[in-house]
Each structure stands twice: as structure tokens, then as C-alpha cells.
């Protein structure tokens, strides 16, 4: 689901700002979305509806990036027909 909800925005979002930069900010919170799964799992505190959130957390960002991946690397891998 969240892939139908962020994507039509985030294809608007690759063609207006820096991919790269898209792509970095997107590395670095699905970093964070790990560590914190990671940490609540070690305290023992991750439950069902933590586990949830947070795999909604990561669908969303991935849905949100997907559109620069495929914009940056259509930049630097050119077909030659």
C-alpha cells in the first residue's frame, strides 16, 4: 500500500530535486529504521505493533525512492543500440 500512495509523489520529488541527494537521505533513514529495530529487539521491547510500524516505515521509503534509483542509474548506464 504504501508504494500506491508515495510513488505518484516521489516521481515528482526525482524529476525536481537531486537524486543523489534523494538517495542519501533515503540510505540514511532506513539506517536509522534499522538501528532502532535493532535496538528494540536487543531491549526486548519490539513488539507486533513496533514491528508493523516500522516495516510500514521502511516500505515507505523504499516506495519513495524507487523512482530516483531508477532515474540515477538510467544516467549513468545508457543503452547503445
Known amino acids: ?5 508515495v510513488f505518484p509523489f516521489a516521481g515528482v ?3 525536481r530535486w ?7 537521505a533515503s540510505q540514511a533513514l532506513t539506517a536509522l529504521n534499522t538501528i ?4 528494540l529487539l ?6 507486533l505493533t513496533a514491528l508493523i510500524v516500522l516495516i510500514a516505515v521502511q ?7 524507487q523512482p530516483s534509483r531508477f532515474r540515477w542509474s538510467n ?3 545508457r543503452a547503445t543500440i
Open 1 to 5: 500500500m504504501p508504494v500506491l500512495a
Open 18 to 24: 537531486n537524486r543523489l541527494r534523494l538517495l542519501q
Open 75 to 77: 544516467s549513468w548506464c
Open 42 to 47: 536487543a531491549s526486548d521491547r519490539l513488539g
Open 13 to 15: 520529488a526525482a524529476n
Open 36 to 39: 532502532l529495530m535493532a535496538t
Open 59 to 65: 516500505g515507505t521509503l523504499t516506495a519513495a525512492v
